[in-house]
Structures are given as structure tokens and as C-alpha cells.
């Protein structure tokens, strides 16, 4: 009986050792992940880990100091260009390791091979969509350029030096929960960050929708409803600012032409909401008798941030500012002489063209009265847990038909059978751009950086310590025809491809204008009566744009904490204009005691969505209640067709302008509804449902509970985010902290002789959860505040005294 025992004991204990190391499809080895040697443990970090050392390392040409200051931002000084870049790569692995590489998986289509087969569609999208197609010919122009070449082979160098030196107890946290390894860094890894970031802020189109529209209503309706130019707006480049150029003569438009509808349902294009601000006040209107410069991107909010701090020395530059974890340079930043920002300019750089087959085989398409031939590209997607699948992707000139039969597609803008032509496939080096931007000196300089960049196209702005101001909506534009691209277009006819470029001198520009002032907030560059070529028919809402400029203009003597605090400006400008119409048509007497009660809260309403106010709330529910109303019937999507609401501003102008349209009258019902009816229903809806979700009105109500900020892990593990954040502001007001987006780094540049710089972003320099740098920015970025960034001038300056010294050595 003994030996019975004795050999059942070892047996479970075998057992259970097996089951511990053994991975069960996706779900890690739980016996690994809980070990002390090299499992989750291994990852703790205290406040105080760093130490004064010298590290030798395999590649460097000469010592680099890095000094860490206290929220561990490093200085790196180096004594040439490919050490500089080498130890970028190295010091940002060493923090962000797992996000460089996820979001390069996910860029390429490569997410399957870490979680499983639930990611199949998303990594058939990517492939389908030219991603890594568009970075390696990036990388093309990159790397015969010998300035980027160095950067991207130096900065490259770097993250293997880092990754090569990792064991599998210091892996971070995310590859021992997911179970897997980093591999090696490659050049073509940055090229594809650069176009995941494409994608997200330029990879949008309603050109499936918009035809879709005008086949069901006809030309009159759709110029009617979607018109090219808002009925309110504030143009980037100042009304009646004149050309210094002479414009080129402008592509006819085709007569007509045809469009396939296709079933499409998924959503999962990038997010409308996504936008930014930035503005830049001239010498005279500021204190310092210097230009500020302010800029604040509104992106998703993730831990780790999307951002990584750093300052880089060397004998031709001193610039500090954010980078994107996986690429060098600094992207948002200053140096001695000028400092930058950037918003995204939507412009209409993604269209769709049908194509004709010759046959079932689709080998062949027909396109200038020839048959041309379909170039096909096998793509092997391994799934973690599961076989690999073989996807094959047909390429014509225009770019990729994303989807070439009819299925279940990704995306819900998608149309099947159609290609994509978009900017981000073409030859581009965005690295060279802020390569001599992080070097610039004046204007001149930063004038020759922008010509480099091409996608996505992204609104610069400038200041420097000669008292320059200046902004330029900048990338490489197709030169279209009015509207072109507004409706898919015809893949068989060359007058609908793109007929050349818009010469870079002539993008839209304006250097110190007599306001004292320039800014942006991802609305119109120009206003199209007065600027020569067509960029897109829809831009940002301009409620961000006019609330900006309607402060700068009033603003004197602006200090450093006058642009922090407009940057935090909470004014609601959209509920200033159509609040009051709406309420003036509520029908009173058929409120409840609660609905009664949430009239008189709007109705006492200040117009800003400040944290505690409960009106906010009320808005903010009831407004999509009643968009849904008035345009479901008419636009809302169906299995077969995919339609869209008219905008938020022609909606807008409806409401005060034409309150008997009609488009009021739900079709679907045989009453004939009026705008008056419809504002109470849904207001009583949007009330109701208030009260259901949180109870009778009262400090449950508030706007920041409501919202519920909250930043998340980046892979959307739990327990690694911060939820449910008390802060104020929302989509289209200019602090636009939304509960899932909102200003991922905050900047404000004083510039003059002695320039310095303030900044915070929502979480922290490490990548590690284990790390007090994690999330440590989080709370100064939610009050609204800054930190002052040090600037350091050399080594021996006083505040890298008090820095922590790691000096990188020749091994």
C-alpha cells in the first residue's frame, strides 16, 4: 500500500508539473508565469532601481551618457548621429519593448501569431489593405537616402543590442502572460509603425457611403444635405489670406460614373473622434515678448502611452520632445531655436476604385481599353494554437482589392471589388522630415524639413526665437478634381485615377498673419473660394477651431499658464449654439417630475463640461437620441447598404434654420412627426435612460462618472489600465477628453533666448505595470497641470546633477 501511495504521489506530482508548463491553446504555462525565477515576479520594480553605471555594449562608435531625471526621462548625449540613434533605440526597448513590438504585429498583420485565431479577420484586413505593401516601399526611399539609411540601421542596432541581452526572466510582463519571446528588430519594423499611425489618422473613407447615397437620393439631395463647405467654420489659413503661387490648372472631372454596392457589417475603421489642437501666439501678443507654442494630439488613451519623453544631444542638435516607441527622432518638440506640433489635416488621401474583371478568374482587369493583369501576392498568416492559412491578395495599379469576393468583410467602409489607392502605399521618408526638423534652426529649415513628408498629412505648427510664426497643412496631396474621391470611382477610365500632385509649395500656409496668431483643430485648411485645389469635402467639426481662435484673438500678454488653461477649456460650444432652440421647443407639459427637473438643469446650464456638472450629462445622452431620430430612417445602414448621417453641422443648421424639413417625419410610421415632437421623445428618452443606468437625478449624474475616462492597457488586459477618472471636457470641445480618447501629450514652448519647455502625457515612461513609471503622470495630466521639462545644455549642467548617470560603452 505504500508503494501504491508512494507511486500516486509522484504520478500527481508529475501530473501537475506537466500541467503547470504545459500551454492550453493560447492560455500560458501557469507554472512559468507564477514562478520566482522567471516568472511575473521578476517584473517588480522600485521607484529607486536605477543606479550610476557603465554598461558596455556591442556596436557603439564612441560613449554615450544617458542621464535619467525623475520621472525617468532620458538625456542622451552623444559625439555622433549613429550613436545618438543607436542609444534611442536602446534606451526606448529597455522601457517599451512589448508595445514597439505589438503594435508592429499588428501593423503587419501578425496579432494571430500571439493571441490565436480570434485575430484572423483583423490580420486578413491588414494584409488586404496594403500595410506592409506601403512600409517596405517606404523603406525604399529610406534607406537609399544615406542620413534616414544611418538612422533606421543605428536605431536598429540599438533595440537588438537591448533584446539580445534580455532573458526569458526579464522579459516584460506581456510576454510571459501571452507566452512568447521578442524576436529580432528590423528597419521594416519602424516603417511599419509609421503606417499604423497612417492608418489612424488618414485610413477613413465614406466614399462607399456617399455612393450609396446618392444612387438612393439623387445628386440634389446629397450636394443638399452633405455639402462640401459647413455652414460655420474658421479655416486654418485666415480668410483672405493671399497665394504666393501661381496654381496649376486643375483635372477635369468625368461626366459620370458607376459603383458596386457590396454587404458590409463589422466596424472597426478608425475612430472619427480622432483630432488634436495646436496654436502658436506671435512676440507681440505674448509676455515673454517671444512667440508660445502649444499643441495638444488627442489619440487613443493607452497604457503604455503612445508617446516616450526623451531628449537627444548631440554636437548638431539638442531637441527634446515625444517619439513613437519603435521609431527615431523626436515627432512633437523644440531644440534651441524652434519648436513644433502637429494635428491631423483629414485630407482625402484613401479612394476607391471599381474594377472589372475579364473573367471568374480575376486575373486580368480592364483599365485604358486593355486587359491588365492582376498581380497576386500570397500571404502566410500563422495562428498561434492553430494551422497557418494562406490568404492570397490581388494588386492592381491603383493598390490592393482589399476584399475580391463577395464574404463577411473587416471593415465597414469597405467596398468588394474594389482597390484602394491611399496615400500611405506610396515612396515616402517621413524620417528625413523630422530628421532636419529635430536640427532646424529658422523658418527656412523647417520649411525645406516639411517637403520630405508625405503621409499622414498633419497641420505643422511653427514658432521660433526670431519671433516667427507660422502654420503649413502638410503632405503629399493627390491633385483632384472637386470631389473626387468623394464617391468610389471609375477603375477603368484613367481620368478618374490621380493626375499628379499638388506641388508641396502649395499647400495651404500662412507665416505671422496680422491676428498675432495660428492654430488648428482638424478643421478646413482653407476655405475653398479662395484656396485653388480640393484637399476633401469634410473636415473636423469647427466647434474646437472657433473656440480657439475666439480666445487667441482676445488674449494679451499670454504667459505659458494662459495656454495650459485653454488647452483644459471645457466650453461645450456646439450646446451655446442648439441648446437654446432645443429648449424653447421642449413640449413641458408632457415631462415627468425627473424629466422636469433635468430641463431646469439645462436650462441653468453654463455651457461647460466641467467635471461635477450634471447637465453635461443630459446633453451629451440626449443629443445622439435625437441625431438617431431625425436620420435613422432615412440613413441609417442595412444588411445590404451602408449609408451615413448627414454631419453634426448640417444637422445643426437644419434645427435652427429649417425646422419644416422634411426629414423631421419618421418614414417608417404612418403619423407625421414634427421637430418639435421628436426634441421631446427623445429627450424624455434620454432622461429616462439617465435614470435607469444611474438612479434618480443626483451626484451620480455628474459628468466625469458619466464619461468614465479611462485609460486602458493597450492589449486590453484587465487590471493594467486606470479606470473611471474625475475629469471634465468631451468630444469637440477643446479639452477633448473623451472616455476612451483625449489629449495623449500635452505641450507648451516658451521660446526666446533661454527656450524652455512644458509638458505631461497620461502615464509614464515604463512599459512595465510593476513600475512606479508606468502611471505616474496620470494624476498631473488629469488636473490639468504641466511639469517643466529640463532641458539640458550639457553634462555638467546644474539639474543633471541631480540625475542618475548610465554611461553606454564600446564592448
Given at each position: ?26 492560455v ?25 553605471t ?86 525604399k ?6 542620413r ?7 536605431f ?16 516584460p ?36 457611403r456617399?455612393t ?10 446629397t ?21 504666393d503661387f ?26 472619427p ?46 531637441v ?64 498561434k ?43 515616402s ?16 529649415d ?35 478634381w472637386?470631389e ?18 499638388i ?82 421647443a ?80 419618421n ?80 505641450m ?17 515612461q ?7 513609471y ?33 554611461r553606454?560603452?564600446?564592448?
Amino acid at each position: 500500500m505504500k508503494v501504491i501511495r508512494a507511486v500516486l504521489s509522484v504520478g500527481l506530482a508529475l501530473a501537475l508539473i506537466i500541467a503547470l508548463n504545459t500551454s492550453l491553446g493560447v492560455v500560458p504555462p501557469i507554472g512559468k508565469f507564477l514562478s520566482p525565477f522567471v516568472g511575473f515576479w521578476q517584473n517588480a520594480e522600485t521607484r529607486d532601481n536605477l543606479k550610476a553605471t557603465e554598461l558596455p555594449i556591442t556596436g557603439l562608435q564612441a560613449p554615450v551618457q544617458i542621464l535619467y531625471d525623475e520621472n525617468r526621462i532620458p538625456h542622451i548625449f552623444a559625439q555622433n548621429n549613429y550613436d545618438i540613434y543607436f542609444a534611442q533605440g536602446y534606451v526606448t526597448t529597455k522601457d517599451r519593448l512589448w508595445q514597439m513590438e505589438f503594435q508592429t504585429h499588428a501593423a503587419a498583420g501578425r496579432v494571430s501569431e500571439i493571441i490565436g485565431s480570434k485575430a484572423i479577420e483583423f490580420d486578413r484586413y491588414q494584409r488586404r489593405m496594403g500595410m506592409v505593401y506601403g512600409a517596405q516601399q517606404s523603406l525604399k526611399a529610406m534607406l537609399a537616402e544615406p542620413r534616414s539609411r544611418q538612422m533606421l540601421e543605428a536605431f536598429t542596432a540599438g533595440v537588438n543590442a537591448y533584446i539580445e541581452q534580455l532573458r526569458p526572466k526579464n522579459y516584460p510582463l506581456e510576454y510571459k502572460l501571452l507566452n512568447y519571446a521578442p524576436e529580432p528588430w528590423t528597419p521594416l519594423k519602424c516603417t511599419l509603425l509609421l503606417k499604423l499611425m497612417a492608418y489612424d489618422l488618414s485610413g477613413r473613407s465614406d466614399d462607399l457611403r456617399m455612393t450609396n447615397i446618392l444612387r438612393k437620393y439623387g445628386p440634389e439631395v446629397t450636394k443638399n444635405l452633405f455639402p462640401d463647405y459647413p455652414f460655420r467654420e474658421d479655416p486654418i489659413i485666415p480668410a483672405n489670406t493671399p497665394l504666393d503661387f501661381k496654381p496649376l490648372p486643375i483635372p477635369s472631372a468625368p461626366a459620370s460614373f458607376t459603383a458596386q454596392l457590396a454587404e458590409i457589417k463589422r466596424p472597426q475603421e478608425p475612430d472619427p473622434e480622432l483630432g488634436s489642437n495646436n496654436w502658436a501666439v506671435s512676440a507681440e501678443k505674448s509676455a515673454t515678448g517671444y512667440p508660445i507654442l502649444a499643441n495638444d494630439p488627442h489619440l487613443e488613451l493607452n497604457l503604455p502611452s503612445i508617446w516616450y519623453q526623451v531628449q537627444l544631444i548631440t554636437p548638431d542638435m539638442n531637441v527634446y520632445g515625444v517619439s513613437l516607441p519603435g521609431a527615431p527622432n523626436v515627432i512633437i518638440g523644440f531644440n534651441e531655436h524652434i519648436g513644433w506640433g502637429v494635428t491631423n489635416v483629414d485630407a482625402d488621401v484613401m479612394d476607391w476604385y471599381q474594377i472589372k474583371f475579364k473573367d471568374k478568374t480575376q486575373q486580368q482587369y480592364w483599365h485604358a481599353h486593355q486587359w491588365k493583369p492582376v498581380r497576386k501576392v500570397i500571404e502566410e498568416i500563422k495562428i498561434k494554437g492553430a494551422p497557418t492559412v494562406f490568404d492570397t491578395v490581388s494588386y492592381t495599379h491603383h493598390g490592393p482589392i482589399v476584399y475580391d469576393a463577395a464574404e463577411k468583410v473587416f471593415n465597414h467602409q469597405t467596398p468588394v471589388k474594389h482597390a484602394m489607392r491611399w496615400m500611405a502605399h506610396d515612396s515616402s521618408n517621413e524620417l528625413l522630415a523630422f530628421y532636419l526638423l529635430n536640427r532646424a534652426h529658422n523658418y527656412n529649415d523647417y520649411r525645406q524639413a516639411l517637403t520630405y513628408y508625405s503621409a499622414p498629412a498633419q497641420n505643422f505648427i511653427y514658432a521660433d526665437d526670431a519671433k516667427n510664426i507660422a502654420i503649413w497643412p502638410n503632405g503629399k496631396f493627390p491633385l483632384k478634381w472637386p470631389e473626387q474621391g468623394k464617391f468610389i470611382l471609375d477603375g477603368t477610365d484613367p481620368a478618374y485615377d490621380w493626375q499628379g500632385w499638388i506641388p508641396q509649395s502649395h499647400n495651404p500656409h500662412v507665416e505671422n498673419p496680422a491676428r498675432g496668431f495660428v492654430s488648428s483643430a482638424n478643421q478646413f485648411s482653407a476655405d475653398p473660394k479662395q484656396y485653388p485645389y480640393y484637399l476633401n469635402w469634410q473636415f473636423a467639426a469647427a466647434q474646437r477651431g472657433i473656440r480657439i481662435n475666439q480666445r487667441l484673438a482676445e488674449m494679451q500678454k499670454v504667459t505659458v499658464d494662459s495656454m495650459r488653461q485653454l488647452q483644459n477649456d471645457n466650453l461645450n460650444l456646439q450646446a451655446q449654439t442648439i441648446l437654446p432652440a432645443l429648449l424653447t421647443a421642449v413640449q413641458k407639459e408632457k415631462l415627468s417630475t425627473t424629466q422636469q427637473q433635468a430641463l431646469a438643469v439645462l436650462s441653468s446650464w453654463n455651457y461647460f463640461n466641467d467635471a461635477p456638472q450634471i447637465a453635461p450629462s443630459i446633453f451629451q445622452e440626449w443629443l445622439p437620441v435625437l441625431n438617431k431620430a431625425i436620420w435613422d430612417d432615412e440613413f441609417g445602414s442595412t444588411k445590404n447598404r451602408e449609408l451615413r448621417y448627414p454631419s453634426a453641422d448640417r444637422t445643426m443648421q437644419l434645427i435652427l434654420t429649417e425646422p419644416q424639413a422634411r426629414w423631421f417625419d419618421n418614414q417608417n410610421t404612418p403619423a407625421k412627426e414634427t421637430l418639435g415632437q421628436l426634441i421631446t421623445t427623445t429627450f424624455q428618452a434620454a432622461v429616462d435612460s439617465l435614470q435607469q443606468h444611474y438612479g434618480s437625478l443626483g451626484p451620480k449624474w455628474q459628468w466625469a462618472q458619466v464619461k468614465s475616462t479611462d485609460i486602458l492597457h493597450m492589449a486590453k488586459l484587465p487590471g493594467f489600465g486606470k479606470t473611471d477618472l474625475i475629469i471634465g471636457g468631451g468630444a469637440g470641445i477643446v479639452n477633448a477628453t473623451g472616455a476612451r480618447r483625449g489629449p495623449s501629450w500635452r505641450m507648451v514652448v516658451a521660446l526666446g533666448p533661454e527656450v524652455q519647455g512644458y509638458g505631461v502625457y497620461p502615464g509614464g515612461q515604463s512599459g512595465n505595470p510593476g513600475s512606479f513609471y508606468y502611471d505616474n503622470l496620470i494624476e498631473t495630466w488629469r488636473q490639468g497641470k504641466l511639469l517643466k521639462l529640463p532641458y539640458l545644455k550639457t553634462a555638467s549642467d546644474p539639474a543633471a546633477q541631480q540625475m542618475v548617470s548610465i554611461r553606454l560603452v564600446k564592448k
